[in-house]
């Protein structure tokens, strides 16, 4: 028995299992590459919010990229230091911006001059001042998928260069803000350095610009978006990436921020799936399995492509297939045109690259139970979420008459 089938046999399917051997690997490769620099890792919680992975990332040393005040209390309650937590995100209702200035922590991200303007009305009602950073959309093209890239003037995302310096000194004057970082984040699954050079030389001009200013900024963010192989992707060279960010700050004395979160833990994740039965119509082969897209969106939300193993058929003959599940959706599949062997029932399919955007990003459409997670650490496995059951799923739900 190999050992996602004993994983599968002790906890059921479908699973997701997260290697944490493999974060360990990938955060020890970025803290070298940025070794000549003071710099903080913020995981993206976004990408893999489980509390045993929050509380690893909190074990390696690393800060939070939060962009709720959920995934803010999340990195708390995990050991995350206040003073290394990061609040993004476009939209903070003044709730949850007064929630993140009383819990102190690192820096508010704003996206707009009317997010400023709520964050200092907040700050000033409460008595407190708000450190700040801005995201600037420096209009670079990361050549990712559309639906991930976040750095063009047509994304919603950050605001332009004049707005950015008119809003710096807007800060620098207010009793209320404290500016402290300027941020990029230009997409997600970016596979070339060259973005992220030109990223960075435009924020590290306009943060001459603020110097010259008398704006003192601390930390330079450079978000995430380094992408992993998925398929047959060339991904980045880490070294590259850091050098070509290190040029660009020639003569700063910043804290550089770096926000992975695929990058961390995408390729640490699994996830586990076993087939109900094939079905052909005489067009087309499917393979039905017990997985479905309410617990992994990637492939019908962005027709993202992800590996398939067969475990204990990997020598055997293939054909095409679709590998679908049980949603009264077309769109829910993993894999479309794919070459498999023969499947029987309960034969175990090992979707692999899953740890990112997986389980976040799950829901209980079709009234489907969300899965249970599991950690493998040092050879040894360990429940980190239990799978949910039916009363969960509705123990929020009042039926009236």
Do not use: W
Not at 325 to 341: H, M, Q, R, W, Y
């Amino acid at each position: 028995m190999t050992k996602f089938q004993a994983l599968a046999q002790k906890y059921g399917t479908p699973l997701y299992v997260y290697d944490f051997d493999t974060i360990d690997t990938k955060f020890s490769a970025l803290k070298e590459v940025f070794k000549a620099r003071k710099s903080l890792i913020c995981f993206a919680v976004k990408s893999n919010s489980n509390l045993s992975v929050l509380k690893h990332m909190a074990h390696l040393g690393a800060g939070c990229d939060c962009v709720s005040i959920g995934e803010v209390k999340r990195a708390l309650v995990a050991g995350i230091p206040k003073y290394k937590i990061i609040f993004s995100g476009v939209g903070k209702r003044d709730e949850e911006i007064e929630e993140a200035l009383q819990n102190d922590i690192l820096m508010i991200n704003l996206e707009s001059e009317e997010e400023m303007n709520r964050v200092e009305m907040i700050a000033s009602k409460l008595g407190v001042i708000a450190r700040i950073s801005i995201r600037v959309n420096p209009n670079i093209d990361a050549q990712t998928h559309p639906y991930i890239s976040t750095g063009l003037h047509e994304n919603k995302f950050g605001v332009d260069l004049d707005s950015a310096k008119r809003m710096y000194i807007h800060a620098k004057n207010s009793a209320s803000l404290d500016p402290v970082g300027i941020h990029f984040h230009i997409g997600s699954q970016i596979t070339e350095v060259e973005p992220f050079r030109e990223a960075a030389l435009v924020l590290a001009n306009l943060l001459r610009n603020l110097k010259a200013l008398k704006i003192e900024i601390k930390f330079f963010d450079v978000g995430g978006g380094i992408g992993i192989q998925y398929k047959d992707e060339t991904t980045v060279d880490l070294y590259a990436y850091a050098q070509s960010i290190f040029a660009a700050l020639t003569g700063l004395d910043v804290t550089l921020v770096c926000e992975p979160g695929r990058y961390l833990v995408g390729d640490c994740g699994f996830f586990l799936t076993r087939v109900l039965y094939e079905k052909n119509n005489g067009f087309k082969r499917f393979v039905i399995v017990d997985g479905a897209m309410n617990d992994l969106i990637r492939p019908s939300l962005y027709q993202a492509y992800h590996a398939i193993d067969v475990e204990g058929k990997e020598d055997h003959a293939t054909s095409v297939c679709d590998v679908v599940g049980p949603i009264c959706e077309s769109g829910d599949f993993f894999a479309k045109n794919i070459a498999l062997p023969a499947l029987e029932h309960d034969d175990l399919l090992i979707v692999k690259s899953a740890g990112a955007y997986g389980f976040t990003m799950s829901s209980n459409y079709n009234t489907r139970t969300r899965v249970a997670e599991v950690a493998l650490e040092k050879g040894e496995d360990r429940l980190i979420r239990q799978r949910e059951s039916f009363e969960d799923v509705i123990a929020l739900e009042r039926a009236y008459l």
